[in-house]
């Protein structure tokens, strides 16, 4: 069982918006560390899509936004795309735990 | 280009022992913490240790304390995992990745090592 929790899937078709939650605790996301998200591709290694909260590494497209709010954050995808397929994971640090966490992971689908 | 490539992962029985090196290029490998995260096969991603730029600070999971030793070699530019007491839970793709600068995110991922437990 994950630390952080995610929907374990979220679907849309071409070209709508898309979100995905990562909900945590008051040691985690709400002691104030900060969240981020990366896309897994399969087959492939995961890739930093979100630091800091809402900063987007160079190359990766403004589609891709987050935010946080209290003991939560969220991904929002817009204008979808085929190749947004994959699993995306929220990831902070625990305190209490003196850990890394992740969330479980939420696959999209693109329909 | 930042680059990490993982090797010495392999088929290895319930009990026994692996060591996973991560040999890096394309940056100063001394001035950057380190990590080991693991992914079981179907599973999501799950943190396993640390270790800071001059070793000084270590850490690991619950899960792995005890059993496991992360080590670094900045003359080699290169990260090391010791599994030691192997468990079949312990199957999974073990990936490096760079932390940037104590913000708790890893910027640059290897392409990861399958380790596999099993009789």
Redesign the interface.
């Known amino acids: 069982q994950?630390v952080l929790t995610q929907p374990p899937s979220v679907s849309g078709a071409p070209g709508q918006r898309v979100t995905i939650s990562c909900t945590g605790s008051s040691s985690d996301i709400g002691a104030g560390?900060?969240v981020?998200w990366?896309q897994q591709l399969p087959g492939?290694?995961?890739?930093?899509l979100i630091?800091?909260n809402n900063n987007r590494?160079s190359g990766v497209p403004d589609r891709f936004s987050g935010s946080k709010s209290g003991t939560s954050a969220s991904l929002a995808i817009t204008g979808l795309q085929a190749e947004d397929e994959a699993d995306y994971?929220c990831?902070?640090?625990d305190s209490s735990?003196?850990?890394?966490?992740?969330?479980?992971?939420t696959k999209l689908t693109v329909l | 280009e930042v680059q990490l490539v993982e090797s010495g992962g392999g088929l290895v029985q319930p009990g026994g022992s692996l060591r996973l090196s991560c040999k890096a290029s394309g940056f100063t490998f001394m001035y950057y913490s380190m990590n080991w995260v693991r992914q079981a096969p179907g599973k999501g991603l799950e943190w396993v240790s640390y270790i800071s730029s001059s070793s000084t600070m270590i850490y690991y999971a619950d899960s792995v304390r005890g059993r496991f030793t992360i080590s670094r070699d900045n003359a080699k530019n290169s990260l090391y995992l010791q599994m030691n007491s192997l468990r079949a839970e312990d199957t999974a793709v073990y990936y490096c990745a760079r932390e940037v600068g104590g913000s708790y995110y890893f910027d640059h991922w290897g392409q990861g090592a399958l380790v596999t437990v099993s009789s």
Do not use: M, N, R
């Not at chain 1, 735990?97 to 992971?105: D, I, T």
């Open positions: 994950s560390f900060d981020h990366y492939t290694a995961p890739k930093c630091f800091g590494p994971y990831q902070s640090y735990l003196s850990a890394v966490v992740f969330g479980g992971g």
